[in-house]
C-alpha cells in the first residue's frame, strides 16, 4: 500500500459515455500526476498539479479533463474516448513539485477498457 | 526529442547471478536518474535515485551513473525470484524547475531458480 488509492480499478465503456477516475492521496504530498502506461510504450506524463494549479498539460486531448479539488484528491472526467486511450491510467503523487530529488509514489492504476 | 532508451528483454539471470538492467539517455542536461519497479499487474514503485556520477549501493542493488557517456545501470547482485519483474528507468529533464520524468520503456527481467 502506498498511500495512494485509486477507483476504479478496472473500467470499461463505450465511446459515448462519460466517466470518471478518482485518485486519493493519504501521504500530505502537495503534487499529484496523472500518467498513461499503454502496452508496450513507456509512460506518459499527461497532468501535473502543484498545490491544486495544474502546472503541466502534456498536449493531451480535451477529451480528457483532469480536476483538482484540494491537495489530496485528484479527478480524470473521460468523454467521447477512441479505442486508442484504452490504458492503464495511474494516479501518482509527490511532496513537492520543485525538489531536488522528488519521489513519486504510484497508485495501482485504474485498467481502461473503450469500446 | 528527449529520450531514455532500455531493452525491452527480457533478461533472464539464474538465481543468485548478478543483473545488470542498463538506460541511456539523450539529454546531457539530466539531472537525477530514477529506477522503479514493476511487477506485472502492479504500479510502479521507486527502488534507488541517483544524480552524481559513480556507484550508490542500497542493499542488494547498485545504481551506477556516468554522465559522459549518457547512461545509468542498476546491479542487482544474488537475484532471486522474486526479483522477476520490469525495471523503468526514469531520468529528470533538466529545462524547467519541476519534477518532469521521462520513463523508458522498461526492461522485463527474469530470474530462474
Known amino acids: 500500500e502506498t498511500g495512494v488509492t485509486q477507483t476504479p480499478r478496472h473500467l470499461v465503456m463505450g465511446m459515448t459515455n462519460k466517466k470518471s477516475l478518482k485518485c486519493e492521496q493519504h501521504l500530505g504530498h502537495n503534487a499529484m500526476y496523472w500518467y498513461k502506461q499503454s502496452a508496450k510504450k513507456p509512460l506518459e506524463l499527461m497532468f501535473v498539479y502543484s498545490l491544486e494549479e495544474r502546472v503541466e498539460n502534456n498536449s493531451v486531448p480535451s477529451r480528457f479533463s483532469p480536476e483538482c479539488p484540494n491537495s489530496s484528491h485528484l479527478f480524470l472526467h473521460l468523454h467521447t474516448l477512441q479505442p486508442e486511450d484504452s490504458a492503464l491510467y495511474l494516479c501518482?503523487?509527490?511532496?513537492?513539485?520543485?525538489?531536488?530529488?522528488?519521489?513519486?509514489?504510484f497508485g495501482s492504476g485504474t485498467q481502461l477498457s473503450v469500446l | 526529442q528527449k529520450e531514455v532508451e532500455q531493452n525491452s528483454g527480457p533478461l533472464s539471470v539464474p538465481e543468485g547471478a548478478i543483473a545488470s538492467l542498463n538506460c541511456t539517455y539523450s539529454?546531457?542536461?539530466?539531472?537525477?536518474f530514477f529506477w522503479y519497479r514493476q511487477y506485472s499487474g502492479k504500479s510502479p514503485e521507486l527502488i534507488m535515485f541517483?544524480?552524481?556520477?559513480g556507484d550508490k549501493e542500497d542493499g542488494r542493488f547498485t545504481a551506477q551513473l556516468n554522465k559522459a557517456s549518457q547512461y545509468v545501470s542498476l546491479l542487482i547482485r544474488d537475484s532471486q525470484p522474486s526479483d522477476s519483474a520490469t525495471y523503468l528507468c526514469a531520468v529528470k529533464q533538466p529545462d524547467n524547475a519541476g519534477n518532469m520524468l521521462t520513463f523508458g520503456g522498461g526492461t522485463r527481467l527474469m530470474v530462474k531458480p
Open positions: 501518482a503523487s509527490s511532496q513537492d513539485w520543485t525538489g531536488t530529488n522528488e519521489k513519486l509514489f
Open positions: 541517483i544524480y552524481s556520477n
Open positions: 539529454d546531457r542536461g539530466s539531472q537525477s
